[in-house]
């Protein structure tokens, strides 16, 4: 591991030396700052930023808080806020749920331990007071509040886009897989579908799930075709459970999309890599990440902010697994 002594040597100048430039503290001719500003370069040296930001009294470390890391979904999240964080000079503190209450908590309390300088979070108790106790700015992705700012997708129109995907291509029992209860945007995304469904001339049923996880969604998949053995068209919760519904689908001899069409939500990587490829409401995960790390950041330096609630847009992705998707064929 490359120590500031290292760092010290190979540029020729002292620790004190090496120490000022890094915390641009008290005056380093521009020859000899040139010098140690290339020896980090060549050591390929990384400063603790935890001792540092003691040292100085200020940090240049955020923290993200995702619910669930093992949903591809939020990983491209923490990739737009990681590269934009990066890119201003700010480095990341990740901690990852599980939808837990205890143990968001116990992130929160490690965030401020560290003395991070702000907070993005994609987890679902912004409402519940967890947050109150903090007294550095905070960013919503994801997620919705009147309390806090917030990076989000239009989830309402997603699932109205979801919809008519299927009503426009002739489905007409269709059924509509309502996501956990307890996450916002699971519900705006029904809401959205049900306009739409409830004014079509369509049978339609929906199917009430309470997870998003690999495991839950195979059981989901099959207690659809169980219970509606007749459905010729699913709205998905997200494409986890899009896949899910697919295997299983084809698992019973249904063609896609001739007997069954299949709509997801997110456009996870795996949704193109899938079989046939799955057709989605994709929602712009990097963008948001990015977004919210804008904003954060605009806050943490205290800028004048004239937008607290970024909405961006979704956007139908038509491939295989609806009618007259993109290489149609049945399988």
């Given at each position: 591991m490359v120590t500031i002594k290292d760092v010290a040597k190979e540029a020729g100048v002292s620790v004190a030396t090496v120490s000022r430039v890094l915390n641009d503290n008290g005056y380093v001719g521009a020859d000899t700052r040139e010098k140690v500003m290339e020896a980090i370069s060549k050591l390929n040296y990384s400063?603790?930023?935890?001792?540092?930001?003691?040292y100085k009294r200020e940090s240049r470390l955020i923290g993200l808080l995702l619910p669930d890391i093992t949903n591809p979904f939020f990983p491209q999240l923490a990739r737009g806020?990681?590269?934009?964080?990066?890119?201003?000079?700010?480095?990341?503190?990740?901690?990852?749920?599980?939808?837990?209450?205890?143990?968001?908590?116990?992130?929160i309390q490690t965030f401020l331990q560290n003395n991070v300088v702000g907070v993005i979070s994609a987890t679902n108790r912004a409402d519940d007071g967890i947050y109150e106790p903090l007294s550095i700015p905070l960013v919503l992705m994801d997620r919705t509040s009147g309390a806090y700012p917030s990076v989000y997708a239009d989830g309402r129109e997603g699932g109205r886009l979801a919809a008519k995907a299927l009503v426009e291509r002739g489905a007409k029992k269709i059924t509509l897989i309502k996501g956990p209860a307890h996450v916002k945007p699971a519900m705006e995304r029904f809401q959205g579908a049900l306009e739409v469904l409830g004014a079509a001339e369509v049978d339609f049923s929906v199917l009430s799930t309470d997870s998003y996880t690999f495991d839950a969604a195979k059981g989901w998949a099959e207690e659809l075709f169980r219970v509606h053995p007749d459905t010729d068209g699913v709205i998905a919760s997200n494409d986890i459970v899009g896949i899910a519904i697919l295997h299983e689908a084809l698992r019973l001899g249904k063609r896609i999309p001739a007997d069954v069409q299949v709509v997801g939500y997110d456009d996870i990587p795996q949704s193109s890599l899938a079989y046939p490829p799955l057709s989605t409401i994709r929602q712009p995960a990097y963008d948001m990440g990015r977004e919210a790390a804008k904003l954060l950041i605009r806050l943490i330096k205290k800028q004048s902010i004239t937008e607290t609630a970024v909405e961006l847009p979704v956007a139908f992705i038509d491939r295989q697994t609806t009618r007259g998707g993109t290489h149609d064929e049945e399988s």
């Open positions: 400063p603790n930023e935890v001792a540092r930001s003691l806020v990681e590269d934009e964080a990066a890119r201003e000079g700010f480095r990341l503190l990740l901690g990852n749920s599980d939808e837990k209450a205890k143990k968001e908590q116990e992130y």
